[in-house]
């Protein structure tokens, strides 16, 4: 396969719309991002603001109707994954891309046993032989740290725990050696404890076999801990773009620094936590100008009349907003 | 909370089992849910209490309003025992008792709108009718920030927040003094939870409220907790002003469990160690022997597995149940390997 200067993935201006009765929801609207080999991106957002559905769209995932991909490009090792054959989907999906979701239960049969789960993957995409593909599968469960795992593979995906559902998923998704592992929202539904083993198992893999990773969650700590690069979603769109650091340290988005501001701090003192008011908007409904302006501390007339502009703070730092360069330089203080 | 310190609900030896079969014939066994937890609540405190799924916080909130029948135990609750008065007695009471549920899609009726959402408990205790009540469900709207406009609508009209403001305003409809908020910010978005948390503790100060705070997210119950409590298995395992069990976590589970939540601070991030625990939260059908953290615990000793840890005061105001650790020597690091300095300290509390 052709290499593209460094980056294993880039999503080029991509437009995922989903019909309704009576109106458009532009679920995705102009997003792009990049992955570099080996690194984490991480994705970061509210519910509705297009996070899943992007990702989903890289897998194409996307179920048409409803939905539809109405534009953009999702290159995948150079080549664009939208105008692939259904053929070469199949590859992609089982072997080069894996992805893991925030309920390991739905994503499993619950009717089949794990070890007939797992090995069906390698038989399917390495052309394992049965036997090949058993021991692969006890080989994998005892990668992701499953005890016992040579008597544990016969069992049913509710005869384990929630925490052990999800290690399941991953030797599942790692069983070809994708290139890129999508983990959505992977320890959402999981407890701190059992989150903590998860993501260290995660790091740990990828050290380990070099894969890129997606990390798409809610949680501004899992963000700071695992990732390299951060995009920020609001509304089906970037609204902020910069190397994880940075990004804590130096948010150039009203909207970024009004999430980091409202996670309560241990360490501070009790009272009045910082709030971002109103509600997530309407996809169906968005205002004509900036989809956060009703919203926005630092909200003028423009930004209610206007789409923002994307702005290059710096080489690889980039905000949605009118005032960018401003509220850039009030992080810096 | 300072200037009053009277317990609101004074909850003794509360127990609640409840009864399972594996199988069609199988043995009957039971879950030991809540398992001999004594606590105060003390009147316009906000009690946190924290653990993981399957500890028993969400059963133990709901056996203090008898949701559930507790198998054996007490709550006082200004002069009587909730858990063993009639059903009709119980009912009256229960216009002091309140609850606001985790999720705000399943607690509210979708066919009713919200003035009768909010009406429905005024109409139950016969507290307003007429103009009246119209009156008292438009101010509540307005007290949790909901415009009194969307009267005649219905819950699926409404965002996730919104909903767990209504499910807020019918709690205080009839004026509570005790209020248990079950995980209400966990099925909200991160910015609408600050929202959330800065309603209830303007309410709280506002009525003079008393919460019990249950949820799993520590950084969220540290924030509007004036104490913490910590479960595990069942079982109340550490109890401190929030500061303080922040500050200086004495049980190591808690150490664990503060250790595990992750911090949105990069250099935090990469510079910290987490203690991991091994393996997960064991059955509560047969929890382990002794001390029920022991199986998890990097410094469990022989005696972890015999000896069952009361709960005890190690610091001021800071009670942990461990019998590694006593008053003298609080610190478990500091411990030396194999002894157990809390043994004395428990035995003497046995007799006591």
């Known amino acids: ?333 | 909370m300072e200037s009053n310190t009277q317990p609101l609900i004074s909850i003794k030896d509360l127990t609640v089992h409840f009864p399972v079969r594996k199988s069609l014939f199988g043995k009957r066994q039971t879950v030991k849910a809540v398992d001999g937890v004594s606590l105060d609540i003390l009147a316009g405190e906000t009690l946190g209490l924290v653990g993981e799924s399957g500890c028993g916080k969400t059963t133990l909130g709901r056996a203090i309003l008898r949701l559930v029948d507790p198998t054996a135990g007490q709550v006082i609750f200004s002069g009587q025992d909730l858990a063993s008065l009639s059903s009709s007695a119980m009912r009256a009471q229960r216009q002091h008792l309140q609850i606001i549920f985790q999720d705000p899609y399943a607690s509210l009726n979708p066919r009713m709108t919200v003035s009768q959402i909010i009406s429905e408990p005024l109409a139950t205790f016969g507290l307003a009718r007429g103009a009246e009540r119209t009156r008292r469900v438009q101010e509540l709207m307005q007290q949790v920030g909901l415009s009194p406009r969307f009267l005649k609508r219905y819950p699926h009209e409404f965002s996730g927040g919104q909903r767990q403001r209504i499910g807020i305003a019918r709690a205080l409809s009839v004026d509570p003094s005790f209020i248990v908020a079950d995980e209400p910010i966990s099925a909200l978005d991160v910015s609408i939870q600050s929202q959330i948390m800065n309603l209830l503790d303007r309410l709280r100060r506002e009525k003079n409220l008393t919460y019990l705070f249950i949820s799993h997210d520590l950084r969220a119950v540290q924030h509007v907790s004036d104490r913490v409590a910590v479960m595990y298995l069942g079982k109340i395992v550490e109890l401190a002003p929030a500061k303080a069990i922040y500050a200086r976590p004495l049980m190591p589970y808690t150490k664990a469990l503060i250790s595990a939540v992750p911090v949105p601070d990069p250099k935090v991030e990469a510079a910290r160690t987490r203690i991991m625990l091994e393996g997960e939260v064991p059955s509560p059908i047969n929890p382990p022997s002794g001390c029920r953290f022991r199986t998890r615990c990097p410094y469990a000793i022989d005696a972890c597995a015999s000896v069952e840890p009361a709960l005890v005061q190690i610091l001021p105001n800071h009670f942990a149940a461990c019998i590694r650790i006593s008053s003298r020597q609080p610190d478990i690091e500091r411990v030396a390997p194999g002894a157990a300095p809390g043994l004395n300290h428990q035995a003497a509390h046995l007799h006591a």
């Open chain 1, 1 to 333: 396969m052709p290499k593209s200067n460094g980056n294993l993935l880039s999503v080029k201006d991509l437009r995922v719309y989903f019909k309704t009765e009576d109106s458009v929801v532009k679920a995705v609207d102009g997003v792009s991002f990049e992955v570099k080999r080996g690194q984490t991106l991480g994705i970061v957002g509210e519910s509705g603001s297009g996070k899943t559905v992007a990702n989903l769209s890289i897998m194409r995932l996307i179920s048409e109707p409803p939905g539809q991909i109405a534009g953009g490009a999702i290159e995948f090792n150079g080549r664009d994954i939208l105008k692939m054959s259904p053929r070469e989907l199949r590859d992609l999906r089982g072997c080069h891309i894996a992805m893991i979701f925030q309920d390991p239960m739905t994503s499993l049969n619950p009717f089949m046993r794990v070890s007939k789960q797992l090995m069906e993957v390698t038989q399917l995409h390495l052309g394992h032989t049965k036997e090949e593909a058993r021991r692969h599968a006890v080989e994998m469960l005892e990668h992701v740290r499953i005890p016992d795992a040579s008597e544990r593979i016969d069992s049913y995906p509710h005869e384990f725990s929630g925490g052990m559902r999800q290690r399941v998923m991953i030797a599942m998704a790692l069983s070809c050696k994708p290139q890129l592992l999508i983990a959505d929202e992977p320890t959402t539904a999981l407890d701190v404890t059992i989150q903590a083993q998860i993501l260290n198992l995660i790091q740990k893999l990828k050290t380990e076999t070099g894969t890129s990773v997606i990390l798409i969650t809610h949680d501004l700590g899992v963000i700071a801990g695992m990732t390299d690069y951060v995009t920020v979603m609001y509304a089906g769109k970037v609204f902020e773009q910069a190397p994880t650091p940075e990004l804590f340290e130096r948010p150039g988005n009203p909207y970024t620094k009004a999430l980091l501001q409202s996670v309560p701090d241990p360490t501070s003192e009790q009272g009045k936590l910082f709030q971002i008011p109103g509600q997530p908007p309407d996809l169906a409904n968005l205002p004509s100008g900036c989809p956060f302006a009703p919203r926005c501390r630092r909200v003028e007339e423009v930004c209610r009349r206007e789409f923002p502009p994307f702005v290059r703070l710096t080489s690889n730092h980039f905000s949605l907003c009118h005032f960018a360069d401003e509220v850039y330089a009030e992080s810096a203080t």
